[in-house]
């Protein structure tokens, strides 16, 4: 029998949070050591995220919570084993470090948490030394910045990537998106000429998908977006309490989702009315993102959702994105 059992949350708010990492780390400094580390559920201390609980042979239990970094699950296993794991161990540490940091991004992107997911990256990309990893890094941060409509910012890294891999079809590619998007015409033209002139790979796709880029950008820079979003207007605030108020949204965005039970691919499952809002406050500590973001659920069922939120007249078409946020 194992002198200790380490029992690492994968519930929702710890996985958000890097708890698969966490449970990862905690394996890895524990190899070697009397105890067994596992998977659990719900630990009770969310708000706390990511957490841990130490189960002691004698019954004994102590809970350890935000394990949000290296250094703190490496003390979860001294209190284990009686003994500090060696963090001193050449590129342990950055190993660790770099996996938790892939896998917090992983399901905030998931998620559409762009925020979440872009916490701390450029952090990440200024202290990788190996030369193929910043690169790869810097390629997500462009993919990222993009999908959070941070168009200016997701260019620059594009730009960045290009200056060392040269004209490498992907970049081009996602180069002309955000070209497009900016309503860039002259700097799309560039582009198309540089791929010519490097004799880009799959260079008739490329020049293909440039050519409708510049068609897009003839329009001049697109409203700004933020992918799995739509914009959602707060229309009333009933109070119901001092601690709470209904509030009641509306929105002419179409491609919101709107839960219709007999539409081709909807369902009226919970899911569909799980949201994120975003709310725009400056910078702040969540992410390098100007806005902070929270979920809510804010009807039972989708047909209080299509009494309450989305009157008939708004109805988004068949097929639309069954996600809903607001932001700002």
Same mark, same amino acid.
């Given at each position: 029998?194992?002198?200790?059992?380490?029992?690492?949350?994968?519930?929702?708010?710890?996985?958000?949070?890097?708890?698969? *990492?966490?449970?990862?780390?905690?394996?890895?400094?524990?190899?070697?050591?009397?105890?067994? #580390?596992?998977?659990?559920?719900?630990?009770?201390?969310?708000?706390?995220?990511?957490? *841990?609980?130490?189960?002691?042979?004698?019954?004994?239990?102590?809970?350890?919570?935000?394990?949000?970094?290296?250094?703190?699950?490496?003390?979860?296993?001294?209190?284990?084993?009686?003994?500090?794991?060696?963090?001193?161990?050449?590129?342990?540490?950055?190993?660790?470090?770099? *996996?938790?940091?892939?896998?917090?991004?992983?399901?905030?992107?998931?998620?559409?948490?762009?925020?979440?997911?872009?916490?701390?990256?450029?952090?990440?990309?200024?202290?990788? #030394?190996?030369?193929?990893?910043?690169?790869?890094?810097?390629?997500?941060?462009?993919?990222?910045?993009?999908?959070?409509?941070?168009?200016?910012?997701?260019?620059?890294?594009?730009?960045?990537?290009?200056? #060392? #891999?040269?004209?490498?079809?992907?970049?081009?590619?996602?180069?002309?998106?955000?070209?497009?998007?900016?309503?860039?015409?002259?700097?799309?033209?560039?582009?198309?000429?540089?791929?010519?002139?490097?004799?880009?790979?799959?260079?008739?796709?490329?020049?293909?998908?440039?050519?409708?880029?510049?068609?897009?950008?003839?329009?001049?820079?697109?409203?700004?977006?933020?992918?799995?979003?739509?914009?959602?207007?707060?229309?009333?605030?009933?109070?119901?309490?001092?601690?709470?108020?209904?509030?009641?949204?509306?929105?002419?965005?179409?491609?919101?989702?709107?839960?219709?039970?007999?539409?081709?691919?909807?369902?009226?499952?919970?899911?569909?009315?799980?949201?994120?809002?975003?709310?725009?406050?400056?910078?702040?500590?969540?992410?390098?993102?100007?806005?902070?973001?929270?979920?809510?659920?804010?009807?039972?069922?989708?047909?209080?959702?299509?009494?309450?939120?989305?009157?008939?007249?708004?109805?988004?078409?068949?097929?639309?994105?069954?996600?809903?946020? *607001?932001?700002?």
């Amino acid at each position: 029998m194992v002198a200790a059992e380490i029992h690492v949350c994968q519930a929702g708010s710890c996985r958000r949070e890097g708890g698969e *990492a966490v449970l990862k780390e905690i394996e890895e400094l524990a190899k070697g050591f009397d105890c067994s #580390v596992e998977a659990s559920g719900c630990v009770g201390a969310c708000s706390q995220a990511p957490n *841990a609980v130490v189960v002691k042979k004698r019954g004994s239990e102590t809970l350890h919570t935000r394990l949000d970094d290296v250094e703190k699950s490496a003390e979860v296993v001294r209190e284990v084993t009686g003994q500090a794991p060696n963090l001193d161990e050449p590129g342990l540490r950055q190993r660790l470090t770099a *996996a938790r940091q892939l896998r917090v991004r992983r399901q905030a992107k998931g998620e559409t948490k762009w925020n979440l997911a872009m916490a701390g990256m450029a952090e990440q990309i200024a202290s990788t #030394v190996d030369p193929d990893d910043r690169l790869e890094l810097q390629y997500e941060h462009a993919i990222l910045s993009r999908s959070a409509g941070a168009w200016e910012q997701a260019l620059r890294s594009l730009v960045a990537v290009e200056e #060392v #891999v040269g004209a490498h079809p992907e970049v081009i590619l996602e180069e002309g998106k955000v070209l497009s998007k900016l309503g860039r015409l002259e700097e799309l033209a560039a582009l198309q000429q540089r791929a010519r002139d490097a004799s880009c790979a799959q260079l008739p796709r490329v020049l293909g998908a440039l050519k409708a880029n510049m068609r897009d950008a003839a329009n001049g820079e697109q409203p700004r977006e933020i992918e799995g979003y739509a914009r959602w207007q707060l229309d009333v605030i009933t109070p119901v309490s001092k601690h709470s108020a209904v509030y009641r949204f509306t929105s002419t965005d179409r491609k919101r989702g709107t839960p219709y039970v007999r539409g081709k691919g909807r369902t009226m499952w919970h899911r569909t009315w799980h949201t994120t809002l975003l709310c725009e406050v400056g910078a702040n500590g969540e992410g390098p993102l100007p806005w902070v973001e929270r979920d809510y659920t804010p009807v039972s069922t989708w047909m209080g959702a299509r009494l309450l939120v989305a009157p008939p007249s708004r109805r988004a078409p068949r097929g639309s994105d069954p996600r809903a946020a *607001a932001w700002g």
